[in-house]
């Protein structure tokens, strides 16, 4: 009982390491990119971390598919997510020849950082799509020890 219990903490630190590791490279490469996109000062700076965050998600393999286990909707679909930054470079492409000084380059600048704070955060749910079976082998790991320790206490 007592190798049990000791293979089960070992075995969950583990696998909750992993899962941590997991979901700060996940965090590192999309979440926080798009946040410093987002708070950019000019277009440049913002068209560079769209760009980082394109090819960041396309490392991690989040390209298609969903966020979501069971219920798939076009808010947690990865695919139209790839399509909005794409179409958000397109737009700065678009703006960066635009003047600094000028109101329309302001607007425009204004509206794109808008729209990129209203991006799906999309991380934790591809992390939990990918690693699930590790999720459910967490617990699992956590109950039959306990199964058995209270069928025969030491």
């Known amino acids: 009982m007592k190798t049990s219990l000791i293979v089960s903490l070992v075995v969950s630190v583990l696998v909750g390491i992993f899962l941590i590791y997991q979901g700060y490279q996940l965090n590192r490469d999309v979440e926080s990119v798009a946040h410093r996109a987002q708070v950019a000062a000019d277009v440049p700076d913002m068209l560079e971390y769209m760009k980082e965050l394109k090819s960041g998600m396309e490392r991690h393999g989040m390209t298609r598919?969903?966020?979501?286990?069971?219920?798939?909707?076009?808010?947690n679909d990865l695919a139209k997510l790839n399509g909005s930054i794409a179409s958000i470079i397109t737009r700065l492409e678009a703006v960066k020849d635009i003047p600094r000084t000028e109101t329309t380059y302001q607007v425009a600048l204004d509206d794109i950082r808008g729209t990129i704070?209203?991006?799906?955060?999309?991380?934790?749910?591809?992390?939990?799509?990918?690693?699930?079976?590790?999720?459910?082998?967490?617990?699992?790991?956590?109950?039959?020890p306990a199964i058995i320790f209270f069928r025969d206490p030491f």
């Open 117 to 144: 704070r209203e991006l799906e955060e999309p991380s934790m749910g591809f992390l939990l799509v990918q690693y699930w079976f590790l999720f459910l082998a967490g617990i699992g790991i956590w109950v039959w």
């Open 65 to 75: 598919g969903h966020t979501a286990l069971i219920f798939k909707t076009p808010a």
